[in-house]
């Protein structure tokens, strides 16, 4: 079993930054895969990013590419989403996810563990 925490959102002005944390509880969080979800008010839940379990690779949706990096800390328990020139449209609750395998994924449907998300707003 896996408890998962999100901080870290919050409110920040176009063009800005913020990294969202993900603390995770068990001992199976290093062979976990993970991912990054958004939620905006609205429209269905939608794909980040993901990274597998070393945290060597990672993907991301086109619409975050290049301004969204993921990464995690096995030793911490702690994954992160840090999120560069934000947008207006980046304004939606985060959810961090991460499922019993190794292998990173796209689609919500796989993950077994959900945070309790997080709310980012973006300002214009």
């Known amino acids: 079993q896996v408890q998962l925490v999100e901080s870290g959102g919050g409110l920040v002005q176009v063009g800005g930054s913020l990294r969202l944390s993900c603390a995770a509880s068990?001992?199976?969080?290093?062979?976990?895969?993970m991912g990054w979800f958004r939620q905006a008010p609205g429209k269905e839940r939608e794909f980040v990013g993901t990274?597998?379990?070393?945290?060597?690779?990672?993907q991301y949706a086109d619409s975050v590419k290049d301004r969204f990096t993921i990464t995690r800390d096995n030793a911490k328990n702690t994954g992160y989403l840090q999120m560069n020139s934000l947008k207006p449209e980046d304004t939606a609750v985060y959810y961090c996810?991460?499922?019993?395998?190794?292998?990173?994924?796209?689609?919500?449907?796989?993950?077994?563990?959900w945070g309790q998300g997080t709310q980012v707003t973006v300002s214009s």
């Open positions: 996810a991460a499922r019993r395998g190794l292998s990173m994924s796209i689609h919500p449907g796989v993950y077994e563990y």
């Open positions: 068990g001992r199976t969080f290093s062979s976990n895969a």
């Open positions: 990274i597998n379990w070393s945290g060597i690779s990672t």
